[in-house]
């Protein structure tokens, strides 16, 4: 139903930017919410940050004032500034939709890697 791409991963050294983009495409006319997870070696997935149709967006407290999510039509956009070498991991782009009943159904890109070097 919903497809997404993601892109912009790469190696780079602490303190510099990357730019990861998310292109949806399919069934996406009735999404409202995106998000930007990432999931470090050996640990949980976590949220990064997310955005809304209504252009509302949160970032993860280990993120802010570093990270800025953003969109523009069928594209999420993460720029990702200071980076730190715990920044590294493979970054996932997240939408869903709700059942008749309510339930979640998630859709998740296959990632792309970030690495970051000190």
């Known amino acids: 139903q919903v497809q997404l791409v993601e892109s912009g991963g790469g190696l780079v050294q602490a303190g510099g930017s990357l730019r990861l983009s998310c292109a949806a495409s399919?069934?996406?006319?009735?999404?409202?919410?995106v998000g930007w997870y990432r999931q470090a070696p050996g640990k949980e997935r976590e949220l990064v940050a997310e955005?809304?149709?209504?252009?509302g967006a949160t970032h993860a407290d280990a993120v802010k004032g570093r990270f800025t999510i953003s969109r523009d039509k069928n594209t999420v956009f993460l720029q990702m500034n200071s980076l730190k070498p715990e920044d590294t991991g493979v970054y996932y782009c997240?939408?869903?939709?709700?059942?008749?009943?309510?339930?979640?159904?998630?859709?998740w890109g296959k990632g792309t890697l970030v690495t970051v070097s000190s």
């Open positions: 955005i809304s149709s209504s252009d």
């Open positions: 399919g069934s996406i006319f009735s999404i409202n919410v």
């Open positions: 997240n939408t869903y939709k709700l059942t008749t009943r309510g339930e979640r159904m998630d859709f």
